[in-house]
């Protein structure tokens, strides 16, 4: 007598355009990655909306009356708070005190930060040192400096003693209270402050220049400035378009310096526009003015930050995956 055993096998075929059981589901991988976005997005946009948007539209909507700060929004006024500030001879100053700062930080700042980068960057002794030397005041608050530089900056202080020491009496100035001179010293104080960032921002940039370029421009007989010019300086460009960025939003938005040493004076000749701002707005119990003030800052920073980013960032981006990757 013969025994048959019989084999039976699971039909392992499936419909076409099932899913395979083996794989997770289409839907339950994009309900993952929605909930992902939640929790990673989440939080950062609870913030955004609480400390930028919900702000922003308060202050706009506050800049619309004539309001001190106190009791219920009753005189509606429009846009005559903007009308007001944009026809005040203090404010139109305090526009042309931060665009000095902003041209003086490109002409000046710019070119020193290279220069001082390109030299820490190369062989030199005690090259760390000099490095943490020349960011070490950019870890300052502002606060800190400010009450540092008003010190010095004194009548027969620091500054006036070290020039008349070395014979330059004759350039002693009343350095926070000449009107022609005051915005001079904070763009210097300015200097002071914030060179250190460039310094070490275009010294993280100059890493990333490729050494094999520098030495096949010496070999084929280039000199070292136009090694730096035709080759570092065009790969440093980059770097040079963020640091012109964070420059001018940053003078746009000083105020901190000007507030502490001059509270804009002489005579509103140092005023900036934050300074402006915070003077009507809180000094003086304009909270309706100085929503409107704050509004035109807001505005501007944000048109030039769009043509910025428009036109000179976007070379930067253009290689950059923006596609859904799937």
């Known amino acids: 007598m013969s025994t048959t055993t019989a084999v039976v096998t699971p039909d392992v075929t499936t ?4 899913p395979s059981p083996q794989g997770p589901p289409r839907r339950r991988s994009h309900l993952r990655k929605r909930l992902e976005l939640l929790l990673l997005l989440g939080p950062a946009t609870v913030l955004f909306v609480a400390f930028v948007f919900f702000p922003l539209v308060a202050a706009s909507y506050y800049s619309l009356f004539d309001w001190n ?8 006024v429009g846009f005559d708070n903007y009308a007001k500030a944009l026809g005040d001879p203090l ?8 665009l000095f ?51 010095l900056l004194q009548p027969n202080g620091v500054v006036d003693g070290l020039l008349e020491s070395v014979g330059l009496g004759g350039l002693v100035q009343l350095w926070l209270a000449d009107q022609d001179v005051v915005m001079f010293t904070i763009f ?4 002071w ?38 080759i570092v300086l065009p790969l440093l460009g980059p770097t040079i ?38 003077d009507r707005g809180f000094r003086r119990y304009e909270f309706g003015f100085g929503s ?35």
């Not at 404010?91 to 931060?98: C, K, P, R, S, V």
């Open 193 to 230: 402050k914030y060179i250190g960032f460039g310094i070490i921002l275009f010294l993280a940039g100059l890493q990333g220049v490729p050494e094999e370029l520098r030495e096949a421009a010496q070999i084929d007989g280039a000199t070292g400035w136009q090694t730096t010019r035709l």
């Open 15 to 18: 419909a076409a355009g099932s």
């Open 69 to 76: 700060g106190f009791g219920p929004l009753t005189q509606f």
């Open 101 to 151: 700062i902003v041209i003086a930080s490109l002409v000046v700042q710019l070119p020193l930060s290279i220069a001082l980068a390109l030299l820490l960057n190369g062989k030199i002794r005690g090259r760390t040192g000099l490095r943490l030397l020349v960011f070490a005041p950019y870890v300052l608050s502002e606060a800190v400096t400010a009450v540092i530089w008003l010190s």
């Open 241 to 278: 378009r963020i640091w012109v960025f964070l420059s001018i939003i940053g003078s746009l938005q000083l105020f901190d310096l000007v507030w502490i040493m001059t509270l804009g004076g002489p005579a509103g000749a140092s005023t900036t526009m934050a300074s402006y701002l915070i």
């Open 188 to 191: 210097a104080v300015v200097t």
């Open 91 to 98: 404010f139109q100053g305090a526009i042309g005190h931060n």
């Open 292 to 326: 409107a003030v704050a509004i035109i800052l807001f505005v501007i920073c944000f048109i030039f930050a769009l043509f910025y980013q428009r036109f000179a960032l976007r070379r930067d981006t253009q290689g950059a995956i923006t596609g859904r990757v799937e």
